[in-house]
């Protein structure tokens, strides 16, 4: 019993170091034809994101490689281009060449195509301000 702790303990410290994600892969803005990808890693790294659409068996189209710095506190952002209007796509993040395992589900879905013959969504919004009435 002793030992399956030990080893445990070992490998739950030794998980931090191989840990490379430090945040996201997080969607930015979705648009008909593209969409912002985003991810923090601990150091500096080479960063691309791979996609493809959902439950497809195409090849998976790449990003350009960025090289992540501390200047920008390690972050990345690509911006996917060229998609299809109302599709799910799929995506995966790929570290110094090294496709990431996904934690949960990583799909988006861009927007659907707008026309005049549909009906227009319904839109609310609320505004306030920091009135200070006094009576």
Request: glycine fraction near 4%; aromatic fraction near 12%; charged fraction near 20%.
């Amino acid at each position: 019993m002793k030992k399956f702790l030990l080893v445990l303990f070992q490998c739950l410290i030794c998980s931090k170091f191989f840990t490379q994600i430090q945040n996201g892969p997080m969607i930015g803005y979705v648009h008909q034809k593209e969409v912002a990808l985003w991810v923090q890693t601990e150091s500096s790294q080479k960063v691309q994101f791979a996609y493809r659409i959902a439950g497809s068996q195409k090849k998976w189209r790449v990003t350009p490689t960025q090289q992540t710095n501390e200047a920008l506190a390690f972050t990345s952002k690509a911006v996917l281009q060229n998609l299809n209007p109302g599709r799910s796509y799929e995506y995966r993040v790929i570290l110094d060449n090294q496709t990431q395992t996904p934690f949960g589900s990583q799909v988006f879905k861009t927007q659907e195509k707008l026309s005049s013959k549909k009906q227009a969504i319904d839109l609310s919004f609320a505004i306030g301000s920091c009135t200070y009435i006094n009576e």
